[in-house]
């Protein structure tokens, strides 16, 4: 099928991708810890949601220092999430029920227990030490003064070679030397071997990274980066008809043109992150936090949408794994909790991309609130936790970042039910379920006509039945009403448009004049918007041909 411009429409436009984070997805043995048998289990309710593409956090074998992302083994799974045989029967079941399973791809850094690793440390003279990134120097006195996102220095002395490695996470992360041809044909070789094992594409973790020039203080963008990106995309994706999402905290919409070309040089898309940092202190950390400002997120996605219009391609985004849950993020998760999660699943899933759910997402799941540093289990959050004790920042400040701003927000275990763990698990769960699973569970949503949960699987089957969630083009209105996000959708005498109140107060909109009932797409209240105003979190979906 082709689009507006002329060239072939590909599968994954028209795609909706849903994101597992595996640890907390489904437990079918008991340990606490989902796993792929789990995911198998639950295929059908995927099937359900209408969902095209499953992307899967890493479930290779890892010594689990960050959570998967540290992979010791790039084909095979770790043992606490299966076998190699079940991830097999993983892409099979999925498959029969048109699902893709999409792997996520870390070729920045290994484990250090990679058997490469193990090898490059061993000697100068090992063929597996210029796989990695050293430096000479002397214990104590460190290359530079580069910093670890997780905290302290982002090097660190082997006295085996005298020489110090690069690590941009943790020290149980030394990052890959993409300048050695060898480093890159073996990455080749993988990915080329999972292509063969029929999974649909590949979600590549800090990907912009790659390209690093440690001597200079380049982390992102580096030098050589789109050059080592089009190779590795020769060399494989392009072999396959896959799904292909980079994530690149360092893009701007001219660097997204080139990793999202329509020719497919280099990725179907990438993931950016503009919009989630509008909410911190600027020029600070994630932990110092601001009020987001309605207009400047909705300059900022416009300016996206605008600019990959038809020679680029976004992917949109409120949730994933590092992220807190939208609903206490940017909606509302007590009163309006229902409306304010179904107003923000409208406003994503109206414009030009491809959206990512993330599990528990279309269920309206929430932030979570532990008492204490006890409970929680993320490293960059336990970090964080010292870092400020240290300097004497109050403890209630502390918490109210990571209330706000913690990964484990995100992966606290799936709510499927009202029973024991929230049906996650028989055993006990690695990291505790979010407390309020009684109320907010897959069961009782998939009951209930009018839930979060068949919100999402309408606005997933209308994406599938109008090309004009593909094609058309994006203007923004009323640019700047401070509690109003509304715009506009058109192509081929198709017109779209979404307007949605952002705000816990009913609001004047100039936009509901025109609004009639049988035109109504979607909408999160029983009853159309009336007297000209908008309820608290209301949005409506109106479409005319």
């Known amino acids: 099928m082709e689009n507006k411009t002329g060239t072939q429409r590909k599968w994954w436009q028209n795609a909706v991708v849903y994101q597992i984070y595996p640890r907390s997805f489904q437990d079918s043995n008991g340990d606490g810890i989902g796993d792929i048998p789990g995911i198998i289990r639950r295929l059908d309710y995927l099937a359900d949601l209408g969902i095209d593409a499953v992307w899967l956090s ?24 299966g076998t190699l045989e079940d991830m097999e029967e993983l892409i ?193 950390e994630k932990w110092d936090l601001a009020p987001l400002s309605l207009v400047k997120l909705k300059e900022n996605l416009t300016k996206w949408q605008r600019e990959l219009m038809d020679c680029g391609w976004n992917s949109l985004f409120w949730d994933n794994h590092d992220l807190p849950r939208i609903v206490s993020r940017w909606g509302n998760d007590g009163k309006y909790r229902v409306e304010s999660a179904k107003m923000l699943a409208t406003v994503l899933h109206g414009m030009k991309g491809t959206p990512y759910i993330y599990q528990g997402e279309e269920l309206g799941m929430t932030n979570v609130r532990f008492p204490d540093i006890s409970h929680y289990r993320d490293i960059e959050t336990l970090n964080m936790y010292r870092e400020r004790k240290a300097a004497g920042y109050p403890e209630a400040e502390i918490m109210a970042s990571l209330y706000a701003k913690s990964r484990d927000n ?48 309408k606005l997933i089957r209308l994406r599938k039945d109008l090309k004009i969630f593909v094609d058309g083009d994006f203007r923004l209105l009323l640019e700047e009403d401070p509690d109003i996000f509304a715009y506009e959708r058109q192509a081929a005498g198709e017109k779209l448009r979404v307007i949605a109140n952002f705000t816990d107060k009913t609001v004047p909109c100039s936009l509901l004049t025109d609004c009639r009932e049988e035109e109504v797409l979607i909408h999160n209240y029983k009853s159309l918007p009336k007297d000209g105003c908008l309820r608290p979190y209301e949005a409506v979906m109106v479409y005319t041909a």
């Open 92 to 284: 099979r079941e999925a498959k029969k029920r048109n699902i893709r399973i999409v792997m996520d791809l870390v070729l920045n850094h290994s484990s250090d227990e990679h058997r490469w690793f193990q090898e490059a440390k061993k000697s100068k003279d090992n063929p597996y030490h210029d796989y990695y990134v050293w430096r000479d120097g002397k214990e104590g006195v460190l290359p530079n003064e580069m910093k670890s996102v997780f905290g302290g220095p982002a090097w660190e002395w082997v006295p085996e070679v005298g020489q110090y490695y690069f690590h941009q996470f943790s020290v149980k992360q030394p990052d890959l030397n993409w300048e050695n041809e060898k480093v890159r044909r073996e990455i080749y070789d993988m990915i080329l071997w999972w292509m063969d094992k029929g999974v649909g594409g590949f979600r590549l973790d800090v990907i912009d990274q790659i390209a690093k020039e440690p001597d200079l203080g380049i982390t992102n963008n580096g030098p050589r980066l789109h050059e080592f990106i089009r190779e590795l995309s020769r060399e494989t994706f392009q072999k396959g008809d896959l799904i292909t999402v980079g994530e690149a905290w360092g893009a701007d919409p001219e660097r997204a043109k080139l990793y999202s070309n329509p020719d497919g040089s280099e990725f179907s898309m990438v993931f950016q992150f503009e919009h989630i940092c509008l909410d911190q202190q600027e020029g600070k």
């Open 58 to 81: 890493p479930v290779y074998r890892s010594p689990q220092d960050d959570n998967g992302y540290d992979i010791s083994d790039y084909q095979d799974i770790d043992p606490m999430f």
């Open 410 to 457: 995100a992966r606290t275990p799936m709510q499927w039910d009202d029973g024991t763990n929230a049906g996650f698990t028989e055993g006990t769960p690695w990291i505790e379920v979010n407390p309020n699973y009684p109320e907010i569970n897959a069961r009782a949503e998939m009951e209930e006509g009018d839930s979060i949960y068949h919100y999402y699987q």
